[in-house]
């Protein structure tokens, strides 16, 4: 009797157990919560792209003095001068495309789904240089059968490109960033001009020409776009679109002369002009950006 009641009593634990374990199982596995990566922190990156511009150069020519005795036709319009001025205005597309790299630096502070922060970054440009050399010719209705003749070289570079920028954006998911950037751009310029006129009939002492250039380190702004990805812990990837504008830079080249003449000397002024040269440095640029997160 003990021995069957020992038995029960026994198979009755083996059922509870079982129908505990039959109803664990039935119930829903909860999910691990995701990982989430803070964006809070100081950070240092590297990047490389695509940079390109559609900008031109542009010389505008200004009539200056001549000697009437020396045949410049100077009582009448137009004189050897203004030919001169007409020949120095002209535009030239100088447009630039290349690669772009170079590192950034910066830090984030997140407000629950909102980030924002600055970075800093340095980029140097391949291929951001162009130069044109062309040919033409300009009428000369006093004397139709010697028109002025002129050759024009003209180039432009961006050495470097820097920035100085606010971010700010919203996080689309924990580790999904989508932000709007903008603020200071500067970087160093360049610009050079050599025109070089004459006419067949006119006996100059040498060919009158000039040679101008300019350098300057110039400040505009940037403003863009982009989105980034936390990857791993203090690991995060990003792709942005920068528009920068580093305004225009203007030169004036010193005065082209011509003189009349023929001996060891320069004899009378027989034509004179001056260019001013003036150059848009704006561009757009597409970027893919490796960021580090050293510090939070």
């Known amino acids: 009797m003990l ?24 119930m829903p596995v ?3 919560p995701p990982v989430v990566y803070p964006w809070t922190g100081w950070y240092v990156g590297a990047n490389a792209g695509y940079a390109w511009s559609r900008n031109s150069l542009d010389s505008v020519g200004t009539p200056g ?10 009582p009448n319009i137009p004189n050897y001068s203004t030919l001169s001025a007409i020949g120095s205005t002209f535009s030239v597309p100088l447009n630039t495309r290349g690669f772009i790299g170079g590192g950034q630096f910066g830090w984030n502070q997140q ?8 970075e800093t970054d340095l980029q140097g440009l391949s291929n951001a240089s162009n130069s044109v050399t062309f040919a033409s010719t300009v009428p000369s209705p006093p004397f139709p059968g010697s028109p002025l003749t002129q050759t024009a070289t003209v180039s432009r570079s961006l050495d470097y490109l820097g920035t100085l920028r606010a971010r700010a954006g919203f996080l689309a998911a924990p580790s999904f960033l989508i932000y709007g950037t903008g603020g200071l751009a500067y970087g160093s310029v360049q610009t050079s001009t050599t025109i070089a006129q004459g006419c ?24 863009g776009a ?6 791993a812990p203090g690991w995060s990837a990003k792709l942005e679109y920068l528009h920068y504008d580093l305004g225009t830079a203007t030169n004036t080249l010193p005065q082209l002369q011509g003189f ?4 060891a000397a320069p004899g009378p002024l027989f034509m004179s ?9 704006s561009g757009d640029i597409v970027r893919f950006g490796i960021n580090y997160q050293f510090w939070r």
């Open 30 to 32: 909860k999910a691990p």
């Open 200 to 223: 067949i009939a006119c006996v100059f002492f040498g060919v009158p020409s000039t040679t101008g250039t300019f350098h300057s380190t110039r400040v505009g702004y940037a403003a």
């Open 273 to 281: 002009s001056t260019a001013v040269t003036s150059t848009r440095f």
């Open 260 to 263: 009349n003449g023929g001996g």
């Open 65 to 74: 003095p001549c000697d009437p005795a020396a045949g410049g036709n100077c």
């Open 3 to 26: 021995h069957s009641r020992l038995i029960a009593s026994s198979l009755a634990v083996a059922l509870a157990a079982f129908a505990g374990q039959a109803f664990a199982a039935d």
């Open 226 to 231: 982009g989105v980034e990805a936390m990857l």
């Open 111 to 118: 407000f629950t789904n909102f980030v924002a922060g600055f």
